[in-house]
C-alpha cells in the first residue's frame, strides 16, 4: 500500500517554471529570547475556539500559533457546511481518526477553510472585528520552530540555511518520540499519519512542528513564484535535509497530496 501511494504521487512536491505576481513584503519577526531546547514549554495564555481547536502566543509574532495541525474532525465541520467542498479529503489512501491531520487539501483549501471558520467565529462572538484566521507566514513558522535570525530576503533563499537543527535538537538520527517520521528512523510507531499531540510539545507549546504532515504556509516561495511554501516535512521524510527546521518545500496552491495539511493561526489578539 504505501509504495502504491508513492507511486501515485510520483510528481513531487514541487514545481518550477511559472511565474507570477510579486509577493507581499514579508517582516522578519525577532525570535526574541526562545528558550533552549530540551526545557519545559513556556506558560502562555491558551485560546480555545469553538472547534475546539487551541491557540497559543509565540513570542517574537504577533499572532497565536494553533498547538496543533487542523485535524480530520475540524474539516469535517467545515465540509458539511459547505457543501461544494472538494471530497479528496475523506480519502487519503490510508485510515484515518477524527483526531489525525486532515490530508489531501490544497492551499486554496486551506484558504478557503480559514475564511470560513473567520466568518463562524465572528457570528458565534468567539473573535472580535479585526481578528482573522490564516495561514502561518513562512517567518512567523520559523519563529514557531526555534529558529534564530536566517539570512535571506525570501524562503527560497532561506531554505536550509541554518543546519543541524531540528525540530526535536541537534541529534541525528531522530531519538524515539521525537516525532512521526519515515519508519526507516525508528523514531515512531506509526506507518502513516498520527494523531495530532501524540508526541510531545516544543518549548512553545506547539505540537508536530516537525513531521505528521507538511503544512501550508501563506508565503510564496520568491518574489515571482505562484508556488506556496510548505513547512514541517512529513510521515514518510527521512534524509537529515528534509527534517531540518530550515528545510522549506513549495507547491502550486491547487496541488492536493497525502502528506500534506496546514495548521492556523489568530491574528488580532486572543480570542474568546
Not at 491558551?46 to 504577533?62: I, R, Y
Not at 528512523?185 to 510531545?200: C, E, M, R
Request: with cysteine; hydrophobic share 35%.
Amino acid at each position: 500500500m504505501r509504495q502504491t501511494l508513492l507511486l501515485i504521487m510520483a510528481v513531487g512536491l514541487v514545481g518550477c517554471g511559472k511565474k507570477d505576481a510579486t509577493l507581499e513584503t514579508e517582516t522578519e519577526p525577532k525570535a526574541g529570547e526562545l528558550e533552549k531546547g530540551g526545557e519545559k514549554p513556556q506558560s502562555t495564555k491558551a485560546f480555545t475556539n469553538t472547534l475546539d481547536m487551541k491557540f497559543v502566543s509565540v513570542p517574537g509574532t504577533d499572532v497565536q500559533f494553533c498547538v496543533w495541525e487542523t485535524r480530520v474532525k475540524d474539516y469535517a465541520v467545515y465540509a458539511a457546511a459547505n457543501p461544494d467542498v472538494d471530497g479528496s479529503w475523506k480519502e487519503p489512501g490510508f485510515k484515518q481518526e477524527d483526531t489525525h491531520p486532515v490530508v489531501n487539501v490544497s492551499w486554496e483549501d486551506a484558504q478557503a477553510f480559514c475564511e470560513w471558520l473567520t466568518k463562524k467565529e465572528l457570528a458565534a462572538g468567539k473573535i472580535k472585528t479585526g481578528q482573522k484566521y490564516r495561514l502561518p507566514k513562512d517567518a512567523e513558522w520559523s519563529v514557531a520552530v526555534g529558529l534564530g535570525k536566517e539570512l535571506g530576503d525570501t524562503p527560497e533563499a532561506k531554505d536550509g540555511g541554518i543546519k543541524d537543527v531540528y525540530p526535536w535538537g541537534k541529534e541525528w538520527p531522530p531519538p524515539a518520540g521525537a516525532g512521526n517520521h519515515d519508519k526507516s528512523l525508528k523514531a515512531d510507531k506509526f506507518d502513516y499519519t498520527s494523531p495530532v499531540g501524540s508526541f510531545a510539545a516544543n518549548k512553545l507549546g506547539l505540537h508536530d512542528m516537525g513531521g505528521n504532515v507538511w503544512e501550508w504556509c501563506e508565503s510564496k516561495w520568491n518574489t515571482t513564484s505562484i508556488f506556496h511554501v510548505l513547512r514541517g516535512a512529513s510521515w514518510y521524510f527521512s534524509s537529515p535535509a528534509s527534517l531540518l527546521s530550515s528545510h522549506r518545500s513549495y507547491d502550486w496552491p491547487g496541488r492536493r497530496g497525502f502528506f500534506v495539511g496546514f495548521r492556523c493561526v489568530l491574528v488580532g489578539g486572543s480570542g474568546g
